[in-house]
C-alpha cells in the first residue's frame, strides 16, 4: 500500500515515536485512509486507531501526548549523569583507575625467572 507518509521516521526516545506514530494515524484518518488501512501501515489495531481519533476530538493534540510513565526514580541525578557521561567519552577504562571490587590475588613467583 502506497502512502503519502513516512512510516520510517528516527526518534530519540520510544515516547516520541508513539506520540508521532498517533498523530500519523489521525491525520490518515482524516484524510479518509481507514483505521484497517492505518493499523495495518503502524502495526497496530484498528480499535487503537479509532481510540486516537475519538481522543483528538475529546481533547486535541495534546490528548495524543505520551504520559510520563511510572517506575523507579533514577539513583543518579542530572550532575552526575554529566559527569558520567563526560567521563565515558573522554577517558578510555584504564585511565579511569577504578578499583576493582574483586581484587586478583598476589601472584607466586616463577621457578624459571
Known sequence: MSTDFDTRAVFTTRRK???????????????????????????????????????????????LVAKKVSGRPPKLNAEQLRRLAFLVR?????????????????QKPSKFV
Not at 502495526?43 to 481519533?53: D, G
Not at 573522554?90 to 598476589?106: K, W
Open 17 to 63: 515515536e508513539q506520540e508521532w506514530i498517533r498523530m500519523q494515524a489521525v491525520k490518515m484518518y482524516r484524510k479518509g485512509m481507514s483505521a484497517a488501512d492505518i493499523a495495518e501501515i503502524f502495526e497496530i489495531t484498528p480499535r487503537a486507531v479509532l481510540q486516537w481519533v475519538a481522543t483528538f476530538i475529546n481533547c486535541g493534540q495534546n490528548g
Open 90 to 106: 573522554e577517558h578510555c577504562p584504564n585511565q579511569l583507575s577504578f578499583v576493582s571490587v574483586h581484587p586478583t590475588p598476589p
